[in-house]
């Protein structure tokens, strides 16, 4: 390997800070994906990929993808729930990945929530 | 690079090796890959997490759940449902003790919430073997400034100015040791980095390396500038396999890049650093010593002056520091030492890495702002004393501390606040004692370890902790006489005074601090007979208590020395000719019989056990034709 120059330090170690992201624990956005025998049976599995395929292109690192149990409503699985930092969460059911990968652009890059998809907004209250 | 959503920090540090990672380690691929999540889910080996006592461990992140204890296992379930299901296992979670609700997140478990990392501002976050993972966390950035925008005076100034120390035990500031060297006229120059790291119980220098090598490099390139070195070696002893494998990992990758050898970074500095190994002896971590090991020479300590910031390694000026100096330094540099100096009290700066071990409930590797009281580590981080029993005292510096007893447990943790109770900094063990350890005994114990490292040169060292380990040992065999005290008092100074190298200065401290706050054990011990601590085998019983015996033979069956004679439904009895005082029967013993009881002192030499097992029943009975006759 050739040896580092100033220059090639610094970008080396901003190309080395993408791969880390996941542990210096700050995100603007979560994108909650259930995974529930229903969840995954109906598909969930491809819409976890779809996302993260979809973070991975958009270069963003304060998005995190993570999966959670049932959310309850087995019969509009996939579902997934998207959280942006200070906004209500928005609720998602009958994805597929085309549909995920279309929310990703408008809620996730856009900002506006895809309502075409959503079932709600918010979560439901806890006892 | 494809996206993950799931990082698993796995611990790999030395203590989580010898729990068996490894397994774990194949276990979670095996599974990742059987449920086809190798794409979402990432697997990263890092170096000590600090929590050891919950070893083998990990950490999932983005949420930052801990788990601890793993077991093979456990594995599948765990997979399935957490990473897969996204359903946190609570089983596997931390339990504070006494308690029964698991804390998921690492952040709200008291062992972490209280430390503030700076050394270890990568423990559990990188993979110690990329370069990269280091990068991303800013590595090398203090380098890199250093030597683009400082001159040396400057880097030393800001060293002297963020008032760091050296933490490898006697607290001389940094920068001045520097000045020093950098004034010198004599090249060419040396750092040493000194992780000869010795102290019973004591693994900070270990872990630092472990888990994260590159800062010890970039730390030690910045002292090297500072000073005007061209060269420097790492010693680290040679028990240390995996320390030195994931050093001489990371020196290769500095290489490599650039980072170290001809000409850094294209900025025209140069400089070289190779690891040597020490074969484990303790007068190695004495500087002088260190440096004849590093020649070849047999490891003995010289008299200082010449300080070897001025005659070091091959005659030349050489600067020894400690691991985690060394590994203080990039962030020292990167914030600015007027950051820095606000952490701590008045003289100590920064932060300090204790091992946390012993009678404590958390053991671990924990690093806390200097000032921070021993009781905020003992009852907070550390989670105080298993089965709530009596804190007693804490050991600092390790051989060469000492003992501070539990009335000064709101003492703020410094250097000279340590040295004032007795005891000092040293390289930061610290070993929690409880209600059942002796004084004597732990001052017989350091005694006979630095007794054993004495490399013998100097006659006070060599003579005078053989006189101190003959003395202790026949106290603690119950043999101990009058004058005893008052030799040890006489005998402990003049060691301390008249020894040529810290190892012999500091040997007779364990004592001393034992003396200074536990002489009543002492003088139990000779002129009683008796150990307090019911510690001291020479000097106890363990007696089966016939009012409380229900002839369960849980005891006798457990007896490895055939010392306990019985049968079902009779009292059993001790002989104590055959006894070997393992404590065994005590152990077994069910805490609702607790029948079972340690005797020292008069109770144990008056003790009168019947001749042979008699029924429990007819016992009863005895007493209680006893206790009529008592009330006619």
Known sequence: MAKLTLDDLRKKRDEAQKGIYLREGEFRGKIIVHMGTCGIAAGARAIVAAFLDEVAKSGLNDIMVTTSGCAGLCSKEPMATVEILNSPPVRYGELTPEKARKIFKEHILGGMATVEYALGIGSERGA | ?632
């Open chain 2, 1 to 632: 690079m494809a996206a993950k959503r799931v990082e698993l920090m796995l611990c790999t540090g030395t203590g989580c090796v010898a729990g068996g990672c490894f397994r774990i380690k194949k276990a979670l691929e095996e599974e990742i890959a059987r449920h086809g999540l190798q794409d979402e889910v990432s697997l990263v080996q890092t170096g000590c997490n600090g929590f050891c006592g919950q070893g083998p461990l990990m950490v999932v992140l983005p949420e930052q759940i801990f788990y601890g204890w793993l077991k093979p296992e456990e594995i599948p379930f765990l997979v399935q449902e957490h990473f897969l299901k996204g359903r946190p296992v609570k089983k596997l979670m931390f339990v504070p003790p006494e308690k029964k609700e698991p804390i998921p997140l690492l952040g709200d478990i008291p062992f972490f919430r209280k430390q503030m990392l700076l050394v270890l501002r990568n423990k559990g976050v990188i993979d110690p073997e990329k370069l990269d993972d280091y990068l991303a966390r800013d590595g090398y950035l203090a380098l890199e400034k250093v030597l683009t925008s400082m001159r040396p005076e400057e880097v030393i100034e800001e060293v002297i100015k963020s008032g760091l120390r050296g933490r490898g035990g006697a607290g001389f500031p940094t920068g001045v040791k520097w000045t020093v060297c950098r004034k010198e006229p004599k090249t060419p120059k040396y750092v040493i980095c000194n992780c000869d790291e010795g102290d019973p119980g004591a693994y900070m220098d270990r872990s630092v390396f472990e888990s994260d090598p590159h800062a010890v490099i970039e730390g030690q390139t910045i002292a090297a500038y500072a000073i005007g070195a061209a060269h420097g070696y790492i010693y680290v002893r040679s028990e240390y396999p995996l320390a030195i494998k994931r050093m001489q990992i990371a020196l290769d990758q500095a290489k490599e890049n650039g980072l170290l050898g001809e000409d850094i970074l294209g900025t025209g500095f140069s400089f070289d650093l190779e690891i040597r190994e020490g074969s484990g002896a303790f007068v190695c971590g004495e500087e002088t010593s260190l440096i004849h090991s590093i020649e070849g020479k047999s490891p003995e300590p010289r008299q200082r002056p010449p300080f070897p910031a001025q005659v070091g390694i091959w005659g030349c000026p050489t600067v020894i520091n400690n691991v985690e100096t060394l590994a203080s330094l990039p962030v020292i540099m990167l914030r600015g030492a007027d950051w820095y100096s606000q952490i701590g009290t008045a003289t100590s700066k920064g932060t300090k890495i204790f091992s946390l071990v012993g009678k404590i409930n958390n053991t671990g590797l924990i690093e806390v702002p200097m000032g921070i009281t021993l009781r905020e580590i003992i009852y907070e981080i550390g989670g105080g004393i298993p089965e709530n029993k009596q804190f007693k005292a804490v050991q600092t510096g390790g051989p060469s501390g000492g003992c501070i007893p539990s009335s000064h447990i709101d003492l703020p943790i410094d250097y000279e606040s340590l040295k004032e109770v007795g005891s000092m900094m040293g390289s930061g063990g610290m070993i929690v004692m409880d209600e059942d350890t002796c004084m004597v005994d732990v001052s017989k114990f350091f005694i006979q370890f630095t007794n054993d490292e004495s490399c013998g040169k100097c006659s006070v060292c060599r003579d005078g902790s053989d006189a101190l380990l003959e003395v202790l040992t026949r106290i603690t065999n119950g043999e101990g006489r009058e004058g005893d005290v008052e030799f040890l008092e006489e005998l402990a100074p003049a060691v301390k005074d008249a020894s040529m190298c810290g190892l012999g200065q500091t040997l007779p401290n364990p004592v001393l601090s034992t003396l200074r706050y536990f002489k009543d054990e002492y003088v139990a011990h000779i002129s009683e007979k008796k150990c307090p601590a019911k510690a001291c085998k020479a000097l106890i019983k363990y007696y089966i208590d016939p009012d409380k015996c229900p002839g369960c033979m849980l005891c006798l069956k457990n007896c490895p020395s055939g010392a306990i004679k019985g049968e079902s439904k009779h009292i059993h009895i001790i002989d104590q000719t055959v006894c070997t005082k393992c404590g065994e029967c005590l152990e077994v013993c069910p805490p609702k019989v607790s029948a079972v009881v340690k005797l020292s002192g008069r109770e144990a030499r008056e003790l009168k056990s019947l001749d042979a097992p008699i029924p429990a029943k007819e016992w009863k009975a005895r007493k209680a034709q006893e206790s009529r006759t008592v009330t006619k």
